[in-house]
């Protein structure tokens, strides 16, 4: 619905002069009341009628930040028009739904973000909410005054104010009520809430939990652990005993804080919902198939990290696809930079993130992941019968012929792993840096004779080499900064999905990764991808100490 694009921006302009003269007002009245307090006259600026409670004195820069705060709500304020343009349900599908949900997201945030500041009081270092604006205009009947209103209609404009966002939050993100009285609870406790580590696990995965994070806590780290599940179909009191007897790990039920009435929060859907409602606010997501050869804590230091608050990881660079139409369509005006750099842009692929690990701030980027959560949860699943398309529809639902023969273990769709890059883009946060450290894969090299697929096309140069490095596996290996081995997905085996007494772990010796932008991938059956390179790297003795554990470890958790 492009006629809600931008509605705050209409209502500032038209409302700009008295919005300064407020301010000026404001600062005004700042500066004159520190003249007061430094030369020791004690006057006040506020008389206050003999019926209103007695103050000895007034924090004056919080004063005239609250007044400045007050204003700021009431020249956001949408009018009738457009509070009823806003709140309107969105009944659109496929492409101008998730735009138009990324469009309703932004307005929601600026309107947030004013509420917040209104409410949050900074004195104190874990910050609380002040939910008494009503009774503060009240006894401080001068700030009515300043801004030029009298103090009935600045109440009921606040009381508009609040019923607009509540009705917002609610058609946007109505799950989160269960567990949280509304955004501003939900945010301001994790503003303080630590660091840890979130796995979601059902029963199917408790032996991948048993051998990964006992492994973890081998590699030095000792951050707190928590692992969400779905009820107790999901993950069994059993389960969740066996894995709490681990140090530092404590099991927390999701569907107890979701309420997902009308559709189903399952599988890979519920990593969004676990990294928000962990009680860390700096999260490292591990999928449960996902195993570190270095300590997990030493992400929270990465540069990206620090200087965005969400880091992602790359997936394979294979299956040449340009989705920039597709993204077109979606994303609101104007597009970022950022967003024309990843691959589906340019075309180099239609797969960018893998998302079996995931850093991320949630306090800082809390309103991008409540629209991640929305991608995965009522918008994920689209119904041809009734004409609706959605999120996992349109990211993954419309495989080539060329996919599906050269993957021919294809048969449902891939998750969530894109939302995450995606669901930012469309709330117009930009903070968020892909790991730019190689990704390959490890096991037994086998080498050989290029042919004429092997490697791309040789510029003339370059020479062609006597000899390249094969390595096939099902896992995905992400490089350090420095090209070594940090962590990996899909497991320990050579098919994790192979029946018991079949299940064998791979021989892990040299890994080989990716070169230039059009590196050789082979899809094969069950999982298995192979990688071509020119170049092979040993395993150091270090590295095959640490995987020689991680194995193990799973054969004490009787996983294979």
């Given at each position: ?370 629209l991640v959560t929305r991608m995965n ?7 041809k019968e009734k004409g609706i398309r ?171």
């Amino acid at each position: 619905m492009s006629k809600s694009v931008g509605f705050t921006e209409i209502k500032l302009q038209h409302r700009r002069p008295r919005r300064i003269l407020v301010q000026i007002t404001v600062i005004v009245s700042t500066l004159w009341a520190l003249f007061h307090t430094l030369s020791g006259l004690g006057e006040q600026l506020y008389p206050e009628p003999a019926k209103e409670s007695s103050q000895s004195s007034v924090d004056w820069e919080s004063h005239a930040a609250f007044t400045q705060s007050l204003s700021h709500i009431l020249q956001l304020l949408p009018n009738e028009h457009q509070t009823k343009e806003l709140l309107s349900p969105i009944k659109l599908t496929g492409e101008p739904r998730l735009k138009e949900y990324g469009i309703r997201t932004r307005q929601y945030k600026q309107l947030y973000e004013a509420w917040e500041t209104l409410h949050l009081n900074k004195t104190t270092p874990n910050r609380f909410i002040q939910d008494n604006v009503i009774q503060r205009l009240y006894e401080n009947p001068s700030i009515a005054t300043i801004l030029g209103e009298d103090i009935t209609s600045i109440v009921h404009g606040y009381e508009t104010y609040r019923s607009t966002i509540t009705h917002l939050a609610t058609l946007l993100f109505p799950w989160t009520t269960p567990y949280f009285a509304d955004h501003l609870q939900l945010r301001q406790q994790l503003y303080s809430a630590g660091r840890g580590l979130v796995f979601t696990a059902g029963n199917g995965q408790v032996r991948y939990l048993l051998t990964s994070i006992p492994s973890i806590r081998r590699l030095g780290c000792t951050l707190p652990i928590e692992v969400m599940y779905l009820g107790d179909e999901d993950l069994s009191p059993t389960s969740r005993a066996a894995l709490e007897a681990l140090p530092g790990v404590v099991t927390r039920d999701l569907h107890k804080m979701i309420n997902d009435s009308g559709w189903k929060l399952r599988g890979w859907a519920g990593k969004p919902f676990a990294v928000l409602f962990s009680s860390f606010r700096e999260v490292i997501f591990i999928d449960a198939d996902s195993l570190f050869l270095q300590n997990p804590a030493i992400l929270f230091d990465d540069f990206a990290y620090r200087d965005t608050g969400a880091l992602f990881f790359k997936d394979r660079l294979i299956m040449p696809e340009s989705k920039r139409e597709w993204m077109q369509k979606v994303l609101p005006e104007p597009i970022s930079s950022k967003a024309q750099e990843v691959r589906l842009w340019d075309g180099q692929s239609g797969h960018m993130q893998e998302s079996g690990v995931l850093v991320i701030d949630t306090y800082r980027h809390f309103l991008s992941l409540l629209l991640v959560t929305r991608m995965n949860g009522p918008d994920r699943d689209g119904n041809k019968e009734k004409g609706i398309r959605g999120v996992y529809d349109m990211l993954f639902g419309e495989f080539s012929s060329s996919m599906k023969k050269r993957c021919t273990g294809l048969t449902k769709k891939i998750g969530d792993k894109e939302t995450f890059w995606l669901g930012w883009e469309l709330v117009g946060d930009t903070d968020y840096a892909f790991h730019n450290g190689s990704v390959g894969t490890m096991g037994v090299a086998h080498a050989h004779a290029p042919d004429s697929n092997s490697l791309p096309s040789p510029s003339p140069d370059s020479s062609v080499p006597s000899k390249v490095y094969t390595v096939c596996a099902p896992q995905l290996l992400h490089l350090d900064r420095m090209g070594r081995p940090l962590w990996f997905n899909g497991w320990l085996l050579e098919n994790k999905f192979a029946e018991a007494g079949k299940r064998r772990p791979v021989k892990f010796e040299t890994f080989v990764r990716e070169e230039g932008r059009e590196p050789n991938w082979e899809l094969k059956e069950g999982n298995v991808c192979c990688l071509t390179s020119k170049k092979m790297f040993s395993l150091s003795q270090e590295e095959s100490d640490i995987l020689d554990m991680i194995i193990a470890a799973g054969r004490r958790a009787e996983a294979f």
